[in-house]
């Protein structure tokens, strides 16, 4: 066979695995890849599962999803970490069930999960992927999801210094006579003096439930602070979860 003839069989051959090779990493997750939750003990949780410099990827009351296809089983965060998968060839396993402000929210379902999408006023996009009875839940599209909240009443004893931007401040409980001190930012409370009451209005993000001082503010998020001027607005509700 004369050279020509072979360096141009050869040429043939490099661009059909080229094509062959491209259509393999785009339909082959799509018909191949199954996508296997894993559910456990995680009870009404939100956990950040992947941070992106576009995305926030979220676990809600599941555990993990798995990427099984016929060569590997691979963590989702990790496979779209690794680009071995993109969330519009997940879209591809759910159907669109709620569609709310013009696409800005929509709940994708299917029989075994559920994937909530969420674009935020930053720019940034939320997923929050939940087990199949989840349901859309405005703290959901926030810049970071909760999923219940409570409010604690406490009077505020003492406020002091402390270095980095924080400071030790030192609240009362009067329902439960508990006295604590925490270290909080500086920023958190920049409003709050001495001698008054404020209420505290929690997110909470996981399922611990304690209702001590330090627990309520080290396991659960201040979303607001509101001082308290009558005796009657005092609220002291239980940690939800």
């Known amino acids: 066979m004369p050279k020509k003839q072979i360096f141009g069989s050869v040429i043939v051959l490099v661009m059909l695995s080229l094509i ?46 798995i990427v099984d296809d016929t060569n590997r089983k691979l963590e989702l965060d990790k496979a779209l970490e690794l680009n071995q998968i993109t969330m519009d060839e997940v879209l591809k396993y759910l159907e669109e069930k709620v569609n709310i402000n013009n696409g800005n929210v929509i709940l994708y379902q299917n029989d075994d999960f559920s994937l909530l999408k969420c674009s935020l006023p930053s720019g940034k996009v939320n997923y929050i992927f939940g087990n199949k009875s989840m349901v859309y839940t ?9 999923f219940c909240t409570f409010t604690k009443t406490y009077h505020v004893l003492d406020i002091s210094e402390k270095k980095d931007g924080y400071v ?23 409003n709050v003096e001495i001698g008054n009451y404020y209420s505290f209005n929690f997110a909470s993000t996981n399922d611990q439930i304690d209702g001590d001082i330090k627990s309520i503010f080290d396991n659960n ?13 005092k609220i002291n509700e239980n940690v939800c979860k």
């Open 20 to 65: 062959c090779m491209y259509i393999y990493d785009n339909y082959y997750v799509e018909k191949e890849t199954r996508l296997i939750v894993e559910s456990g003990n995680n009870n009404k949780t939100i956990v950040n599962y992947l941070s992106t410099k576009k995305a926030d990827y979220y676990l809600y009351n599941i555990d993990n999803i």
């Open 138 to 146: 405005e703290s959901f599209c926030v810049e970071t999801p909760y």
């Open 168 to 190: 030790y401040l030192t609240l009362k409980n009067d329902v439960e006579e508990e006295v604590a001190t925490i270290e909080i930012l500086k920023d958190e409370i920049d």
């Open 221 to 233: 998020r201040i979303l607001s602070i509101k001082l308290i001027e009558v005796e009657e607005d």
